[in-house]
């Protein structure tokens, strides 16, 4: 059986592996499918991630801000309202996200515990 | 301005939360993906992503075998040729990784250095 050089192997993309990293990183997903749900306060975000401190979601939203997923933004209610929304290209992992939903609920069994509604 | 109980907050879905964390692990998603361009065997998957270790790679196939994603099966050439193979559960990712390339390619830049062809 003949080997294929090593060295001409079809290498992972570095980008692909960037990005699933970035997206898949510890709270992050579910940080981004609760702002794409349409939570956009602090408050309501770490409300929606069940677990999550203050610590660890500010911490993410800033990887978050840096990476361009997500702006800060003053809300209506004037500068002591801070709420984060999706830019372009955290709007555009819309189907990276919705795929995630579909395969999870096909394949990733609920927890024993959760006998919720 | 009214807010809604925080109780009744649209919350992210735990099997959502399991699942993009699963794939998004460090490493994992890279080495799925080596799977799902044709690599099965330990060396070829190593070499497909860099960076990554002997122990660290053992470690992540144990993970994606005991989350059913990969399975382990003796090659053509015999017992001392294992390889790993996406089961259907780990198949059904590809719309997964195909959004993330697409997203990648879009959105994350090449490394400086990366003047490879």
């Known amino acids: 059986m003949s ?3 090593i060295a001409e192997i079809h290498r ?10 970035l997206i898949g990183g510890r709270w992050t997903g579910a940080i981004l499918r609760a702002v794409f749900t349409g939570h956009h306060r602090f408050a309501r975000i770490k409300a929606a991630v069940p677990g999550l401190s ?4 500010a911490q993410r ?10 702006e800060r933004r003053v809300g209506a209610a004037g500068p002591a309202q801070i709420e ?3 830019t372009e290209k955290g709007r555009e992992l819309g189907p ?4 995630v ?9 609920l927890p024993d515990d959760s006998a919720r509604p």
Not at 12 to 21: D, G, K, L, M, P
Not at 54 to 57: A, G
Not at 101 to 109: D, F, G, L, N, T
């Open 3 to 5: 080997e294929e050089s």
């Open 12 to 21: 992972v993309c570095v980008r692909f592996h960037s990005a699933i990293e």
């Open 54 to 57: 203050d610590t660890m979601l």
């Open 61 to 70: 939203l800033r990887v978050l801000e840096e990476n361009e997923l997500l």
């Open 84 to 86: 984060y929304h999706l």
């Open 96 to 99: 990276v996200l919705e795929a």
């Open 101 to 109: 939903v579909a395969w999870s609920h096909r394949w990733i069994p």
